[in-house]
């Protein structure tokens, strides 16, 4: 074995060269080397939206409950204390309880809103005696839903041509005006393009704008850039 520094031969079991006291290294034995990271896993972070959550969850039921307790002291009866417990019930599903989960669906969450939203828009009607949920709430919330449902979907998983898709559903958000004027003009008699005309106009002129960018490669290059996509 031999001094690493000046190459003087070294007795065994020399701790350091006798002529330039330079420390013995020997390569057999290696040398120990701390991690450079910790050994301990990391703690899950407790999450605060938990008990904001249960203290809204207490709230809407308070308020639902007061409710009752006051019509039922006042009048006997349910009455208006059935749209404020419901209206508590779509409020809370609709916005408070995805929350309670760690991965939020929003293709399950957000045709559940609009199911629960005609739910309570049926209740309004047979409630007050009206005849216009059939022809008129019951399409309406299902165009709306539609159109959301398929907004998403664009957005979570149409990254491909999603200049040519979103053309495509603000047309169709255009002429679903058209539709929704239709079903009120049936249901209460209204005159027809009062108002539908000019969001068929305007989302219909800049799908088609959007289709014709996303079918040139110049124009798309540029939006895309423009508009960080």
Excluded at 6 to 14: F, I, P, R, T
Excluded at 90 to 102: C, D, N, Q, S
Excluded at 110 to 139: E, K, R, S
């Amino acid at each position: 074995m031999y001094c690493v520094k000046c190459g003087v031969q070294l007795a065994e079991g020399a701790g350091r060269c006798p002529l330039c006291q330079t420390p013995v290294w020997n390569p057999d034995e290696g040398v120990a080397v701390e991690p450079t990271f910790s050994n301990r896993y990391p703690q899950p972070l407790k999450s605060r939206r938990y008990p904001i959550l249960a203290f809204l969850t207490v709230l809407l039921m308070a308020v639902s409950l007061s409710s009752l307790i006051l019509c039922l002291t006042l009048h006997r009866r349910v009455a208006w204390s059935g749209y404020v417990m419901l209206g508590c019930g779509l409020l809370y599903f609709a916005v408070i309880f995805p929350f309670w989960f760690e991965r939020r669906e929003p293709l399950i969450f957000v045709p559940l809103a609009f199911v629960l939203t005609a739910g309570y828009l049926l209740y309004i009607c047979l409630y007050t005696g009206g005849h216009w949920f059939l022809n008129f709430a019951l399409p309406v919330t299902g165009i709306v839903g539609l159109l959301a449902t398929l907004s998403v979907a664009l957005f979570r998983f149409g990254k491909r041509r999603r200049l040519i898709k979103t053309g495509a559903l603000l047309v169709t958000i255009g002429c679903s005006a058209m539709l929704i004027e239709f079903f009120e003009a049936l249901s209460f008699g209204t005159t027809m393009f009062l108002w539908s005309l000019y969001p068929v106009c305007c989302f219909s002129l800049l799908g088609l704008f959007l289709i014709l960018c996303g079918l040139i490669p110049s124009w798309r290059d540029c939006v895309e850039r423009k508009l960080f996509l």
